[in-house]
Each structure stands twice: as C-alpha cells, then as structure tokens.
C-alpha cells in the first residue's frame, strides 16, 4: 500500500507526526511538497521567508532521500489547483493513504476540508495530525469547555498540561528503502515571482535549527530575562525563522529547554523563554478557535468602528524609516534591510503605527508579514492587535508606549539607533533618543511627523469615545 506525506508548514524529519506514521512498519512512502506562490502572494509572504523555505525544502529533500523516500515538488498557483495537482500525483502514484499535519489559517483548514472530501470520494484514506504546537490545539480549555481568550489562564492550564502529560518528540523514522539521490530544485524567491531577498539570517537546514537551539540555551539561555529586551544586545534566540516554517517544533524547544534547566543555571531565563513557547501555542490557539482574525478582523469586534486616519505619506515615512523617531526608524530600517527585527521593536514600531499615527493595524500587520523572514500569522497577527488593543489579551487601549522613553530603557547608550540610523551617530547619548527636543536635528534626519504627547492624548480620546 502506498502511503503519501504531504510536507507544508513541517519541513523536518525529526518530530514529523505525519512523517513517522506514514513510515510505520517499513511501508512504501513517497513525499509531496507543493509550491503556491500566487497563495504566498495572497498571504503577504516575504521574499525572505520563501528563500528560507526553499533552502529547508532542499535540505528536506536529501535527508528523506537518505531515508529511501522520493520527494517530488509540483508548482500551482494557489490553493485551489494544489488540491487539482494533489489528486492527479495520487492517482499517478496509487497512493492509497495521505498524511500530512494540519495548519490552522482559514484558508488552510478550507484546502485541507476540500481535500480530504476530494480524495475520499476516489476512496483514498487522509490521515491529519495535530502538530505546530506543545499541547494540541482544542486541548487547553476552561472549566466550562470553553477556549481561553487570555493568557495568563491559559498559560497556568498549558503548564499543567506539561505536568500531567510529560509530552515527547518523535525521533526521525527508520529507513523504509535503500538511499536515493537528490537534486537541488533550482527554485529561487526570483524564479517565484518574488523581489530579491536579504541575505539569509540563519542557516536554512534542519541541523541547522538544533545547533541554533542547542547553543542559545547552552550560551544565552539562563540569560535571557535580563537581556531579551535590549536590542543592541544578542540576546534572543533566533530560533523564530525555524519556527515559521517547522525545519523546528515547539515541542522540541520546550523538552530542550527543560534538559538545560534540569542542568541548573539561571532558571528564570530558561522559565521567561517557555512562557515565549507558551505565548505562540496561545495565539494558534486562538488562530484555530476564533478563525476571524485570520481573515483581517479584530479579535474585539467592538473595535472594528475605529476610524483610522488615512495612510497616506505617514505611513509611507514609517515603512522606510524616516519618521523623525529614532528608536521607530532603527527598528523599521533594521526590517527592511535584514528581514527581521528584534521582539521589543516589533511592539514599539507597531504601537507607534497605530496608536500615535493611528494608522490600522492591518496595514502594519501586512508590512511586517511582507517583508519578515520569520512571518508567521499567528504571533504576527496576535502582536498586531495586542499593540493596537484591539485583540486578545491586548494592552489597555490608554497603554501607549513613548517611543523615546522606550529607547532611553532599552538602548540607553545609543548603540543601535547609531547602527541603524547613522545620521545621528554623533548625539550625546542623551540628545539621540528625541534629537527634536532642543538643539539642532542633525542633516538629513527629519522631524518627528508627529507630536508624540498630543498623537496619545488622541487615540486614548478616539478608544473613551468608542466605548461611549
């Protein structure tokens, strides 16, 4: 019998549900992945992260050759003639079972249904997986069976949920045939119809991601409490890119992080970086649960009767980093040149966005989304909309944060604003978080677009009104 994987958002061999059960008792198994630039499009992907799971797809693709599996890669436009190009390779191939693990944007689950109605029509078994998250999806849920909508309570059940179920990874399968070659598929972000991307932030490759994990908890690990909010600090784990497109699972961060703390060490950090695993199996959580913010709605209905102000030449001076802000310039430019940007800048440009230009965060959503190697919908969806206090869990729509006071906190001598924003590189350590503010704004840096004090006093006065 023939039984078929069907790679998306999992390119990994190791901890692969849908991978370790199509190989089950040595059966034949062959493996799909199905290329959809025009739905990429359509969803705001980066030229950064389809370069990124172009290299995965490749390094994919010889690791299963090891393993005696072909992986054959077919090109559609979209979604719906994926499901065409699916079932024509079904039938070419005699596949009689598919596999494959299930993801959780509407547009996904709607595929995934027309698939499995499709191939059980031709008699063809679909077997689906829980996978993307620790504790799977439907999983954590109130007393009365209901789906958390804040986090900390759902971060206590998860936890629980750890104790009381010790979960594990799956080990990659065992060969079911002798090797087999591969060839690279020679496509590029370009051959796809996308922009040239910046250079490749990490490795693209699946040993890759575990010496990436490996050394973050070994090095930064125990330290990332005190340092993960500096951003001229490395601090983080960047880890995310590997994440976005499953060469990493969850899983495999949260019993890795819990071997380093078993190991001692500075066990706030190592707790501080699975309440981070936590808050991304929350947001799939509500990604699944409440399908409307994957489709450009607020997850606080009430919300939706914000006026924003039209975008117009604000916006554009935010993209490009130009808005006489320097912390909100830094982080903007960092993003468009490197295809990532460090977590405490993603909530200052974003509350900057739509909060002091009161610009809609859907439109911020879509740049970060377009320009992101690490752009997932989910964590960039659910970080939109708490920075705009319009989703789950959000900041109190009177939390504004200053951008100057911010950069004061967390680059308190300059040290990234310098990098990224060379124009004022010679301000005193004081002057460069609000160059405005006395003194002579350096050339070739502009003026704040904004008053800062007054833009908050403006949004607070815009939210009081739609509560009244």
């Not at 960092?334 to 739509?354: D, V």
Request: net charge neutral.
């Amino acid at each position: 019998m023939s039984h078929l994987v069907w790679f998306r958002n999992d390119l990994r061999t190791a901890d692969n549900p849908a991978l370790t059960a199509a190989c089950g008792k040595g059966q034949n198994v062959r493996a799909l992945f199905i290329l959809t630039p025009g739905q990429w499009q359509d969803h705001d992907w980066s030229p950064a992260r389809v370069q990124q799971m172009l290299g995965h797809l490749d390094d994919l693709g010889r690791a299963l050759a090891k393993l005696g599996i072909p992986m054959d890669i077919l090109e559609a436009d979209d979604f719906s003639e994926s499901i065409r190009l699916l079932t024509d390779y079904c039938h070419q191939h005699g596949t009689r079972v598919l596999h494959f693990n299930e993801e959780y944007g509407v547009n996904e689950r709607r595929r995934d249904k027309q698939v499995r109605d499709q191939l059980s029509k031709e008699e063809i078994t679909v077997n689906k997986y829980r996978d993307q998250t620790v504790a799977p999806v439907g999983t954590i849920r109130t007393g009365k069976d209901e789906p958390y909508s804040v986090f900390t309570p759902f971060s206590r059940r998860w936890l629980q949920w750890i104790e009381d179920t010790t979960p594990t990874v799956l080990p990659v399968p065992s060969p079911v045939g002798e090797p087999l070659p591969w060839r690279n598929h020679g496509h590029t972000p370009e051959t796809l119809g996308f922009t040239s991307p910046p250079p490749a932030l990490v490795t693209a490759s699946e040993s890759g991601a575990h010496d990436q994990l490996d050394w973050f908890l070994e090095e930064r690990g125990g330290d990332y409490k005190a340092k993960r909010d500096f951003p001229a600090v490395d601090g983080t784990s960047q880890l995310s890119p590997y994440l976005a497109v499953g060469a990493l699972s969850g899983r495999q961060c949260l019993i890795a992080a819990r071997e380093a703390q078993s190991r001692g060490g500075n066990q706030e950090g190592f707790s501080t970086w699975v309440n981070e695993i936590a808050w991304r199996d929350f947001y799939i959580h509500i990604l699944y649960h409440y399908p409307r913010v994957s489709m450009h709605r607020a997850f606080k209905p009430d919300t939706e009767a914000l006026r924003w102000n039209d975008p117009g030449e604000h916006f554009e001076a935010w993209k490009e980093g130009r808005t006489g802000i320097p912390i909100v310039d830094a982080g903007m430019r960092q993003l468009r040149e490197t295809g990532w940007m460090h977590n405490r800048l993603r909530m200052i440009t974003a509350m900057f966005l739509s909060k002091n230009l009161f610009i809609d965060w859907r439109l911020g959503e879509a740049w970060f989304m377009q320009n992101l190697v690490d752009g997932f919908l989910a964590s960039n969806n659910g970080g939109w909309q708490w920075s705009a206090s319009t989703g789950t869990d959000a900041a109190p729509y009177f939390r504004v944060f200053n951008p100057a006071t911010q950069s004061e906190r967390f680059d308190p001598k300059g040290e990234f604003i310098r990098r990224w924003v060379p124009e004022l590189a010679k301000l005193d350590n004081k002057r460069i978080h609000n160059p405005a503010a006395g003194g002579v704004i350096p050339g070739g840096y502009p003026r704040p677009v904004v008053d800062l004090k007054e833009s908050r006093k403006e949004a607070i006065a815009r939210f009081e009104a739609l509560k009244r």
